[in-house]
């Protein structure tokens, strides 16, 4: 096998990294959405939700739906 060049070496640290990232954004998304359904349980609004994510209120209403 042939050893790895100073670019091959970069790649796989950048793939390494990627794949980190991508992990700890789906542990975040799903905290996010977890506490958005809660907040939502509680009576908050979606616009409300909406000024403290960033996101629509249209994306907080239908990842939390009123229940």
């Known amino acids: 096998m042939d050893d790895l060049d100073d670019l091959d070496e970069a790649i796989t640290?950048?793939?390494?990294?990627?794949?980190?990232?991508?992990?700890a954004f789906e542990e975040a998304d799903q905290e996010l959405r977890a506490l958005l359904v809660k907040a939502r349980a509680a009576n908050k609004g979606p616009s409300h939700l909406a000024r403290l994510t960033g996101f629509t209120r249209e994306w907080v209403a239908k990842i939390a739906p009123k229940q």
């Open 13 to 23: 640290t950048a793939a390494r990294k990627r794949a980190l990232a991508a992990k």
